[in-house]
T-cell receptor, first 114, second 113 residues
Framework: DTAVSQTPKYLVTQMGNDKSIKCEQN?????MYWYKQDSKKFLKIMFS???????INETVPNRFSPKSPDKAHLNLHINSLELGDSAVYFC?????????????FGQGTRLTVV | AQSVTQLDSHVSVSEGTPVLLRCNYS??????LFWYVQHPNKGLQLLLK??????LVKGINGFEAEFKKSETSFHLTKPSAHMSDAAEYFC???????????FGAGTRLTVKP
């Protein structure tokens, strides 16, 4: 069973379109994240949700809007796509506890804007 | 605020020789530290994590890392590189509550035959 699953795996779309990436985790975790990995492999956190509540919202254009219908899902909607949005987007989850624990990552969604 | 610096963007070793990937961190809090590996076109896999129980941490595939508070370092090592170790490696720091993971820029490991 896949712990953190993202769909789609690949997404090619034209500039100006609106698209969504879905993420689901079956680990029972409270916290979920979206990361963006650019062409130089640099990973930057975009959003973090804990139990459907937004915790971290880095400096991301407001064209990006996360939606968490329940704590097992964190979807990413992107409006008016731009060329610079091309990247690999990773979803992740982790338990929200005080103990040291790692995040579990999905396989990534490669977004190409043409 | 916390951050990590991976001191080498690219490391190249021969198969069978030791691997050293360097990471320095800064954190206002008692940090949690991790190493992740990303093989080409794959997701991220946890190699190992630091808990306060032991400063020398052993991970999967023969990797280990040593937490040195005095040097604010968490370098990743492996005694003998294998071809399958070729990948991108990320050092990660988080504060104790684990809601703000910060990745280093990554180190690309190349293993030559």
């Amino acid at each position: 069973d896949t712990a953190v699953s993202q769909t789609p795996k690949y997404l090619v779309t034209q500039m100006g379109n609106d698209k969504s990436i879905k993420c689901e985790q079956n680990l029972g975790h409270d916290t979920m994240y979206w990361y963006k990995q650019d062409s130089k492999k640099f990973l930057k956190i975009m959003f973090s949700y804990n139990n459907k509540e937004l915790i971290i919202n880095e400096t991301v254009p407001n064209r990006f809007s996360p939606k968490s219908p329940d704590k097992a899902h964190l979807n990413l909607h992107i409006n008016s796509l731009e060329l610079g949005d091309s990247a690999v987007y990773f979803c992740a989850s982790s338990p929200r506890t005080g103990a040291v624990t790692e995040a579990f990552f999905g396989q990534g969604t490669r977004l190409t804007v043409v | 605020a916390q951050s990590v610096t991976q001191l080498d963007s690219h490391v190249s070793v021969s198969e069978g020789t030791p691997v050293l990937l360097r990471c320095n961190y800064s954190s206002s809090y008692s940090p949690s530290l991790f190493w992740y590996v990303q093989h080409p076109n794959k997701g991220l896999q946890l190699l190992l994590k630091y808990t306060s129980a032991a400063t020398l941490v052993k991970g999967i595939n023969g990797f280990e890392a040593e937490f040195k508070k005095s040097e604010t370092s968490f370098h990743l090592t492996k005694p003998s590189a294998h071809m399958s170790d070729a990948a991108e490696y990320f050092c990660v720091v988080t504060p104790y509550n684990n809601n703000d993971m910060r990745f280093g820029a990554g180190t690309r490991l190349t293993v030559k035959p």
